[in-house]
């Protein structure tokens, strides 16, 4: 018994072309979301350099109040000595 060989028909083709050219569309689709979803995260994302230690935040506010006492160098006054 002889099997029979399986012919590409024009019919088939067509057919073919359609599933594949869905498959594609949800592909699209699928991207298309995750590149919202991404840009949703960084648009809300935190910057972990902006969020201060308890220790830091403490060292801020004294700095702070030297700032405001006139207990802190000037930059210019630092470097110079530094002789920069």
């Known amino acids: ?19 594949e050219s869905e498959i594609l569309k949800k592909i699209h689709h699928d991207l298309e979301f995750v590149k919202k979803e991404v840009t949703d995260i960084r648009e809300h994302m935190i910057d ?11 060292l801020l506010i004294r700095a702070r109040e030297e700032y405001k006492k006139g207990e802190t160098t000037p930059l210019e006054e630092l470097e110079k000595d530094l002789g920069k």
């Open 48 to 58: 972990v350099d902006a969020i201060l230690s308890k220790d830091e935040e403490l």
């Open 1 to 19: 018994m002889k099997k029979a060989k399986f012919k590409y028909t024009k019919n088939y083709s067509i057919r073919r072309m359609k599933a």
